[in-house]
């Protein structure tokens, strides 16, 4: 059954009783997964996987401790168990602190279950993972689907919960030392043209036979989608996530409202956007806001959760987030840079001499202050030469500024793609493909 992990129909007032009267937030984080992988001829490691977490925080005298179960049988013990702690911080504190938990909003609604997703069964992956190895017999990768379940309930009547299909692809195609890779995520099954993301990925996989080294230099780049979205998702490194804002470090203290990018570049954090994994209440409870991190080439807007709007004297956008082994800190979960109106092969056709890159890997920050990231680029990558396709060439090292490369952008494609950001619940970095100059790969001056 394709069902959500915890019975919903007494969720929210099983929730409420947990939180009681006192000051107490408690949130559900729940899977139900289903995934098929493929390799070397054969369909391997099928799983299905079902996860719930339920975080509590407790304040007392505004200060805040949080526990955690995965059942709700003990939410009571959780509850009981994170008041202690508030309690003991409060009292080492010997003053009020600056937390509180979030006042009952209004939630616009949205349908995030697809019909197609729930038909997206076991048979139907099964089937597209059979057509990928007939076309490629070194094909490997994942077709999947999911139940997200997420509620929040706290004692000032924050009650909230939505239950959303998940659609997910990847594939690698190899051909000789030739190889091309596709991945995509969508609520829509549907969306993410897999028959078609098949057959492509395979025909960059042969024309990348043959490849060659990629000399150092700097180069017009057009960037897939792929390569464009790991971008992207370095940009709340750059002082766009809240906390970072809070501490005077980044874009927003630094050189608020300037024109860091072209005019054609906007990316936001959008829960309303079609694409990616949105979903429209943070953690806390809060409403999320659309953020503009870019705004038509300007430094916009950072992230904020109650804790960092507090400290920058704001509201809160509603991106609170726990993630495994991390702090809780706002995190940007649906970064969109919006799209333009070319194809790729119009961005490809207005380049003399440069080259295409479909993804990067194994990508670091530097830099936070110049927004240096390095990396290498991989997979399907080719020459561009009079505004054509030319020869493959193998992954190159580069270490180049994102913002640099932003301010050079002069086109941008018009079909989006998406991709999961670690670490991140319904995370994902949404991007079309771009053109831009200058792009320093190797050991360029």
């Known amino acids: 059954m394709f069902t959500p992990p915890v019975d919903p129909d007494t969720l929210l007032e099983r929730l409420a009783k947990a939180a009681g009267s006192e000051p107490v937030e408690i949130a559900l984080l729940g899977r139900a997964g289903e995934y098929t992988r493929f390799a070397g001829g054969r369909i391997h490691q099928p799983q299905n996987i079902t996860e719930t977490q339920f975080t509590v925080r407790a304040i007392v005298d505004g200060h805040a401790a949080r526990a955690a179960c995965g059942t709700l049988g003990g939410l009571d013990a959780t509850v009981k168990k994170a008041t202690e702690l508030a309690r003991a911080l409060a009292e080492m504190a010997g003053a009020p602190g600056p937390h509180a938990i979030a006042a009952p909003a209004g939630i616009p609604e949205r349908n995030l279950w697809h019909d197609d997703t729930a038909a997206f069964d076991a048979g139907a992956r099964a089937a597209l993972a059979s057509s990928a190895m007939k076309k490629n017999e070194a094909a490997a990768g994942m077709f999947g689907r999911a139940v997200t379940q997420m509620a929040v309930v706290n004692s000032a009547g924050v009650a909230h919960h939505t239950v959303a299909t998940e659609a997910s692809g990847s594939m690698t195609a190899t051909v000789d030392e030739g190889t091309s890779h596709w991945i995509d995520l969508h609520r829509s099954s549907g969306a993410l043209g897999i028959d078609e993301a098949i057959a492509r990925t395979v025909r960059e996989a042969t024309a990348g036979r043959g490849r060659g080294p990629l000399p150092d230099g700097r180069y017009t780049v057009v960037l897939g989608p792929q390569a464009a979205g790991e971008l992207i998702g370095f940009l709340p490194d750059f002082g766009f996530a809240g906390e970072l804002a809070a501490a005077g470090v980044g874009l927003l203290t630094d050189r608020p409202g300037a ?187």
């Not at 080439?297 to 509201?315: C, I, Q």
């Not at 990508?363 to 202050?369: A, G, I, M, P």
């Not at 090292?397 to 079909?415: C, I, K, M, N, Q």
């Open 259 to 445: 024109e860091v990018a072209s005019p054609i570049v906007t990316v936001t954090d959008d829960a309303a956007a079609p694409a990616g994994l949105p979903i429209g209440f943070d953690l806390e409870g809060t409403p999320k806001s659309r953020v503009a991190l870019l705004d038509k080439g300007r430094v916009g807007a950072a992230v904020t959760d109650l804790a960092t709007a507090h400290a920058l004297g704001t509201t809160s956008t509603g991106h609170a987030h726990v993630a495994r082994e991390e702090p809780p800190r706002p995190v940007a979960a649906n970064l969109v840079l919006s799209p333009g109106d070319r194809t790729e092969e119009e961005l490809i056709a207005g380049v003399e001499r440069g080259v295409y890159v479909q993804r990067f890997w194994y990508t670091r920050l530097v830099d936070r202050v110049t927004g240096t990231i390095t990396g290498v680029s991989r997979d399907g990558c080719f020459l561009i030469e009079n505004g054509r396709l030319a020869a493959p060439v193998a992954g190159a090292r580069f270490t180049h500024s994102v913002l640099d490369l932003l301010a050079s952008v002069d086109g941008l494609g018009r079909e989006l793609r998406s991709q999961p950001v670690m670490n991140v619940w319904n995370g994902a970095a949404t991007a079309p493909a771009l053109r831009g100059h200058d792009f320093r790969f190797g050991a360029a001056s």
